[in-house]
């Protein structure tokens, strides 16, 4: 029993839980996870006295209660003992600041003492020295003096010594004629000593000229003068009466110059082949310093082993692959690259140049100055000379690929320099000095300079494209050239003597090229893009096959011909080295209107317009085969005008006056030929409707009055056989000119706009002929809605085809043949005295033109119109029509 009550007063007071300041210390410590821990001891202790048996429980706080109460007893000790601590250590960190500012106070003084001597030690230094005699602070500056004393004497002694040297050697030289001083100290073979004796001889060289003027007198250099060497000339004055040997100065010293210069030269021409950069750099200064150093920087390039093998191979001719310069030739071919042997000569040039500015560098003092000559001679000899024969190769197969061939070169080279230029050269890796990226640029406009000489590249680049394009359009200008201007067909003129007419225009077109300066592979491409075959004999010219075609617009050729363009453009652009831009631009603007524009677009429209005006005359049924001329033609206007605004007139951006003259003269072309279109789809309206009308009239006067008889047949009939074909013909020209005319744009949609208006105005002056029976009503009413149902099938105007629009007026006049009496009396008592009475008729006012002829907006017909119709009624007689009339 008493085991069982301390069991359970175990559970019911269980113990509180322990903790340290470790474990609030631990950097794993988190707020939440002490309390759920507390939380959680106490809820397990609770759950083991109830047991499971124990069921739902009423929850019991004061575990939980005693739990927290005993953590905050214990946490307010810990927070006790942590304030202690805090104390004590915040009093040790006092005391280490008052110990760390004191021995900083320590050592700011020690420091002020330092510097303090360090100044008074520096002052006596640099004083004279203090009243009373006493010397403290003179040491320094005497020093100091006694150094300099020391320099300007050895200068003073150096220079005596060179003048002493110098006056010994011009002793020697004015009367012994030798100058065995200079020669030995040139012989001691040091650097110093060559630079020694080039500063003395040319000292000497300027005493002679003062001293001796006799011998630097032009008219006294002769071989047989009394004053040269070894000969007896007068010195003084010429009455002293003495005579005696006088030495040419001048000569002896620049003989001795001339030793002292090859001997430097053969000396670094010696180090050069050793690699000795030191010693080219002493010898190529001595140079420098004697004569300005021209004669070692030319022993340098002259000598050059590049310059020597590429001597050699300047002389070997452009080879190159025959099909490699054929494609060249060919216009509708890919430019192909730089010629292989120009472009080894250029990655060699990369190369070499790369190299030898590194060694430039280090073997001149100059070295900019050297430099700039290598460049000079690489582009002026080596490349120039490959150039002018790789472009003398190219001109002789075609203009094309001469213009071709001058693209990619310079292309090249210009990617050459660009390459130097990012390498540095001399200053590698440094960027290139301004000096030098000047010259290269220099050497790269004087290589294509003249290939650009006033307008010379312009004016090639034109006979090139027209040259191409007359080839291109020689069957077209050719039948057209001898079209006949007779009243027949567009298709019979273009097949009419095709093969005898293309024969005789090639003959004489071979005989043209065959006279011109052309190269036989120009002359090849030309007939070739002629559409010519080649024939080895002339006098057997091989048959040609002229079709249909030929004289047809074509919009592949457009696309040819602008493509030519462009790439001339564009190569213009890359090649051109001046402001001529706008100008060349205006060029070729000129060029493409007067071949692509007035040659080609407008003698096709002149050809279809003769045609079309050939089928006025109303004799046979007109065909339209002029009107796909015309599609293709509207097309191929686009396609120019498309290329003139997006690439020759924003090029010509620079000049105001330029870019106004190419839009103007672009304008005025545009506006011929959509005159010349606009004439031929009148031409169109016109022929069609001249038939329409022809066709008309062949209606018989008693179509529309069938026999009684007849009546049968006549019912069972759907049209008239005019209305059959009239709708059959109407049909034909709808299906070719949608066919023949560009689908977007009015143009189609106003051609057949206006033939359905023309049309109905025929049909309505046409049923005002022919008098009307019942059953001739009714056939009036079928014929009158074919009419309007074909008319309206067309993309017209929805004004002219919509309810109530212009052609609804057929249908009703078809009605006035077969309405009685007092359906009659109302359309003529409608709205305002209108027939139709319906909204949107504006009945009582005639159809916009006068009449029911007019092409107006209104629909309606008034009623004087509907008194024109029934009046051809047969019945129109009968007392009920008259009565109806009359009070109407």
Request: overall charge negative; aromatic content about 6%.
């Amino acid at each position: 029993m008493s085991s069982q009550l301390n069991a359970a007063s175990r559970s019911v007071f269980p113990k509180g839980p322990s903790f340290t300041l470790e474990d609030f210390s631990s950097r794993d410590y988190i707020v939440k996870e002490f309390i759920e821990a507390l939380s959680d001891s106490t809820i397990s202790n609770r759950r083991s006295i109830l047991g499971p048996a124990s069921g739902n429980q009423p929850f019991d706080p004061k575990p939980l209660i005693r739990t927290f109460e005993h953590a905050q007893r214990r946490l307010g000790e810990l927070s006790g003992d942590l304030e202690i601590k805090e104390n004590e250590l915040s009093a040790a960190v006092r005391r280490a600041e008052a110990q760390h500012s004191q021995n900083l106070n320590t050592l700011g003084k020690k420091l002020k003492q330092a510097i303090e001597s360090f100044q008074q030690l520096d002052t006596s230094l640099h004083t004279t020295g203090l009243p009373g005699g006493e010397l403290t602070g003179a040491t320094g500056n005497m020093a100091v003096e006694t150094g300099r004393k020391l320099e300007e004497l050895d200068r003073q002694r150096r220079r005596a010594l060179d003048a002493h040297f110098l006056l010994e050697c011009w002793d020697g030289v004015s009367n012994r004629g030798e100058i065995t001083l200079l020669e030995n100290l040139r012989r001691s073979g040091s650097g110093e000593a060559k630079v020694r004796s080039a500063h003395i001889a040319r000292q000497l060289l300027r005493i002679s000229q003062r001293l001796d003027p006799m011998n630097w007198n032009e008219s006294g250099r002769g071989g047989n003068e009394p004053h040269k060497n070894g000969h007896i000339a007068p010195r003084g004055n010429a009455t002293d009466g003495t005579n005696e040997f006088r030495w040419n100065t001048r000569e002896i010293i620049e003989k001795f110059s001339e030793t002292l210069e090859k001997d430097l030269l053969k000396q670094f021409d010696d180090f050069y082949r050793k690699a000795n950069f030191e010693g080219m750099k002493d010898c190529a200064t001595v140079l420098q310093d004697f004569n300005g150093g021209a004669s070692v920087v030319a022993l340098f390039v002259n000598q050059h082993q590049f310059f020597i093998d590429r001597s050699q191979l300047v002389t070997e001719e452009v080879g190159g692959d025959p099909e490699s310069w054929e494609t060249l030739a060919d216009p509708d071919a890919e430019a192909s690259g730089v010629e292989p042997s120009l472009q080894s000569l250029i990655d060699e040039v990369r190369v070499i140049v790369q190299e030898e500015s590194a060694i430039i560098k280090r073997a001149f003092p100059n070295y900019e100055q050297v430099l700039g000559k290598f460049l000079q001679r690489v582009f002026q000899q080596s490349i120039q000379q490959r150039l002018e024969m790789v472009l003398e190769k190219a001109n002789s197969v075609s203009s094309l690929a001469f213009l071709r061939s001058l693209q990619s070169s310079r292309s090249s080279i210009s990617i050459l320099v660009d390459e130097l230029k990012t390498h540095g050269l001399t200053e590698h890796p440094e960027t290139i000095s301004s000096q030098t990226s000047l010259i290269l640029d220099q050497q790269l406009e004087d290589l294509f300079v003249p290939y650009f000489v006033g307008s010379s590249y312009i004016e090639r680049e034109k006979r090139t494209l027209e040259e191409l394009y007359t080839s291109l359009l020689f069957k077209f200008t050719t039948f057209h050239s001898r079209r006949k201007k007779a009243t027949t067909t567009f298709m019979a003129s273009l097949s009419k003597s095709g093969s005898e007419l293309l024969t005789s225009a090639r003959e004489a077109y071979i005989s043209r090229l065959e006279s011109s300066e052309l190269s036989s592979t120009q002359k090849r491409v030309l007939l070739q893009v002629a559409g010519l075959k080649e024939s080895n004999d002339l006098a057997k010219p091989n048959d040609i096959i002229f079709t249909e075609e030929d004289g047809q617009p074509s919009i592949t050729y457009v696309k040819r011909m602008l493509k030519w363009l462009a790439e001339a453009v564009g190569r213009g652009l890359e090649l051109s080295v001046n402001s001529e831009t706008p100008k060349d631009m205006l060029t070729l603007l000129n060029l493409l209107l007067s071949l692509m524009g007035e040659g080609y677009l407008e003698v096709c429209l002149d050809s279809a317009l003769e045609a079309a005006s050939a089928q006025e005359s109303g004799k046979a049924e007109p065909d339209f085969a002029y009107l796909p001329a015309v599609r293709d033609s509207i097309s191929i206007a686009n396609l120019m005008v498309m290329c003139i605004n997006t690439l020759l007139i924003p090029l010509a951006a620079g000049s105001v006056t330029t870019r106004r003259d190419m839009e103007k003269k672009t304008n005025l072309t545009i506006v011929r030929i959509e005159e010349k279109i606009n004439s031929i789809e009148q031409k169109v309206i016109d022929t069609t409707l001249m038939w329409v009308n022809k066709i008309l009239s062949g209606q018989k006067k008693n179509d529309f009055r069938p026999k009684e008889g007849d009546n049968t047949a006549w019912l069972e009939k759907l049209q008239t056989p005019i209305c059959a074909s009239l709708c059959a013909f109407l049909t034909r020209v709808h299906g070719i000119a949608i066919k023949s005319l560009p689908v977007s744009g009015t143009n189609l949609r106003q051609l057949l706009t206006e033939i359905a208006l023309g049309t109905r105005i025929l049909l309505l002056e046409h049923f005002k002929r022919f008098i009307v029976n019942g059953p001739g009503g009714l056939m009036v009413t079928k014929d009158m809605t074919q009419y309007a149902d074909l008319l309206k099938s067309w993309d017209i105007d929805d004004q002219i085809k919509g309810p109530s629009g212009m052609l609804d007026v057929l249908l009703e006049v078809g009605s006035l043949f077969v309405i009685g009496p007092e359906a009659l009396r109302e359309r003529i008592r409608g709205p305002g005295g209108a027939t139709s009475g319906r909204p949107g008729n504006n009945a009582g006012t005639s159809t916009g033109r006068g009449g029911p002829g007019g092409t107006g907006a209104e629909a309606g017909l008034s009623a004087q119109d509907v008194r024109a119709y029934v009046s051809r009624r047969e019945d129109s007689n009968t007392p009920a029509m008259q009565h109806m009339l009359n009070v109407s």
